[in-house]
C-alpha cells in the first residue's frame, strides 16, 4: 500500500515538472537499467547514455501529456522506453534481440521522437537567447501545454489578458530573433 | 470547443473520438487553425528539444556529483588516530613493561651460600673461619675485609669468590666485578657461579649485550646452576 501511494505521488510530482522526482527515478533505476543492458552487449557509456535518454523521454511524457501509468509502474515503464532505445541504437531485428518478457510490452512506451525541420531547430536553439521570464512562460504555453488559466492560477500573472499579452510579445521577439540570424 | 483547447488536447494526446475528428476537420478547413496549429507545434517541439538538452545536462550532473561517502566508524580520522596510538602503545608495552636492570637483578641475586667452609661445631678455626663466619652471618662487609687479609698472604680462587660475593653482598659492585673478572679468566670450584654473578653485574649496570654473552656461556657448559633461572632472565632481556 505504501509502495503504492508512493508511486502514485512520484507520477504526480513527474508531471509537476518536478526534477527532484526526476533525480530520486534517475538514480533509482540507473544500476539496475545499466545492469539490464549487459545482455545487448552495449558499452557502459552507450548504455549511460540510452538510461539518460530514456529517463528524459520518460520525464517529458510525464510533463507535456500529463501520462498516468495506472496498469504499470514507473519503473516498467522506464525500462520499456530503454529497451525500445536499446533496440534501435543497437540496430538489431527483433527475433535476434533476446526481449525478456519481465518487460511489459505496451504501445505508450514508444516515444516520438521528432526530426526538427531548420525553423524549429533556430527556435531551439534561440529559446536561451530570451529573457527567463519569456522562456518560463513560452516553456509553460507550448511545453508543459497548461491553458492560460492553469498558467494564471500557477505563477504571479494577475489575470488571462496579462498572460496572453506578455505571451504574444515573447514569441515576437523569440521570432525575430530567428529572423535577424 | 475552443481551438486552444482542442490545439492543447491534441499535444496532450488526450483527444476523444470525436475531438480527433473535429480536429482533423479544422486543419483541413479553417486556414487560421492550421496557421495555430503550425505555429503551436513548432514551438513545442523547439521547446521540446531545448528541454532535452537542459535535462541531459541536469542528468549528467547528476552523475558528476561527488558521492557522498558513507563514513562508517572504522573510516573516520579518529578511527585511524586512535589505531596508530593504540599501536604505537602495543609496541611500546615489550619495552615499557621490560623490568628495569635494578628489578632484574634484585628479582634473581640471591646471596651465595656458604658452601665452601660451613661452620657447624667443631669446625677448624683457621684463617678463613672468621670471614666465613662474618658471611654466614650476612656480616659482609667485615667478611669482605677478612677475605681481603687472607687473599693477600693466598692466592685462593674459591676464597677470592667469597671475596668477591662478600663485596657483592655490601653493595660494592665495581670491586665484585674486578674480583669475579679475573676469576672468569680461571678454571675452578665457583666457575659457573662466577659467570652467573658476573651477569647479574652486568645487568645491574645496564650492559645487557655482556651480561647475554655471560649468560650464554654459561649454557655452553651445559651447567645445571641456576639453569631455569638463566633461561627466564634471557627471555627477559
Redo the contacts between chains.
Sequence with gaps: MVEHIREEDLQQRLRADD?SA??FI??SYKSEFLNFSKRYDLNIDDA?DIY??S??AM??NFV???LELSNSTIKTYLFGIGKHKIYKVSNLNKTRLKIENDIEESEEVITKE?Q?NY???Q???L??NISESCREL??L???R?L??QEIVDLTQYKDANTVKSHKSRC?KRLKSLVKSK | MDKEDLLKKYFKQTLSEQEQKEFYLLLDTDSDFKVMFEEYSDFNLAFKSHEAEQLKDFLKSIDDQPKIKKTVWYKTPLFYYSAVAILIIALCVPFLMRPSADSLYNDYFDTYPNVEQPIVRGTVKNSAYNAFDLYENNRFVEAAQKFEVILKDTNNSNLRFYYAMSLLNSSQYDLAQIQLSELDQQDFDYKDETLWYLSLILIKKKQTQEAITKLKELDKSNSPFKSKERKLLLQKL
Design positions: 526534477k526526476l533525480e534517475y538514480k549511460l539518460q535518454d529517463v528524459i520525464y517529458q507535456m501529456n500529463q521528432h526538427l525553423y524549429q531547430k527556435l531551439s536553439e529559446i536561451g513560452l516553456r504555453f507550448y511545453y501545454n491553458t492560460i514569441m
